[in-house]
């Protein structure tokens, strides 16, 4: 069965400090889908990124970077420069093919991160 | 363009009472995926939809949840007889293609007392 982990339960930093979420997964297939979700305390899911099993080039976004590494099943997140904007929380989720492999659909959510921080 | 639209954002009701929630994903998707957050059990998917035909429901906790697809722009997930535990936020989500991310609707925040 998929599993998604995030062990860091809450991180407090200070503004304009670097922080990285760590995400593992498991997974047995070969073919999968990664993503990380935003949770902002209003309470809407934001979609951040989407990294399929094929593909581990790393990925920059402004302040955002996200490292990819099937060799340790790892996923993990970086913020550079945080903000105050930036505290919400953090998702990571996988997605796995369905029993008739028909389908990805299914996204397995980790217990996500509670970013706080502080001006 | 419009994002995915749950109603009712929130909903109070009581023990025994039958709940009702709607959803309408974005036009032109083809997957519609319920789920559920609380405290304690996370992010939790329910039930997902591929044109209209559910493809896993194994996340239905039980047969008081009951969730249908009659047409491509609504969808319902029903709770009868509701109970304290289902209280949380029920998140409707829809997406293009499975692998493709999934849209979150706002949530409807349901409290059974």
């Known amino acids: 069965a998929q599993k998604v982990t995030q062990a860091q339960t809450e991180i407090s930093v200070v503004e304009k400090e670097d922080v990285t979420l760590d995400c593992v997964y498991e997974t047995r297939d070969t073919t999968y889908y990664l993503f990380w979700y935003k949770q902002p305390p209003s309470g809407e899911l934001v979609f951040l990124i989407r990294r399929n099993s094929f593909d581990e080039q790393n990925e920059i976004s402004g302040r955002y970077s996200w490292n990819f590494q099937k060799s340790t099943s790892s996923f993990n997140f970086t913020i550079t420069a945080s903000q105050v904007v930036d505290s919400a929380v953090y998702f990571c989720a996988l997605s796995e093919a369905n029993a008739g492999g028909t389908s990805y659909g299914k996204l397995t959510f980790g217990q996500g991160t509670i970013l706080t921080v502080h001006p | 363009d419009a994002g995915v639209i749950q109603s009712p954002r929130h909903e109070v009701t009581e023990m025994g009472q039958e709940v009702t929630l709607r959803c309408k994903p974005i036009s032109g998707h083809d997957y519609l995926f319920w789920y559920r957050q609380t405290m304690m059990r996370g992010l939790e998917l329910l039930i997902y939809f591929n044109n209209n035909v559910p493809i896993d429901d194994s996340g239905m906790p039980e047969d008081r949840f009951s969730a249908k697809m009659p047409n491509a722009s609504f969808s319902t997930l029903k709770i009868q007889p509701s109970e304290p535990r289902d209280s949380a936020v029920y998140f409707c989500?829809?997406?293009?293609?499975?692998?493709?991310?999934?849209?979150f609707g706002p949530g409807t925040r349901l409290t059974v007392l």
């Open positions: 989500a829809s997406s293009f293609r499975g692998f493709n991310e999934q849209f």
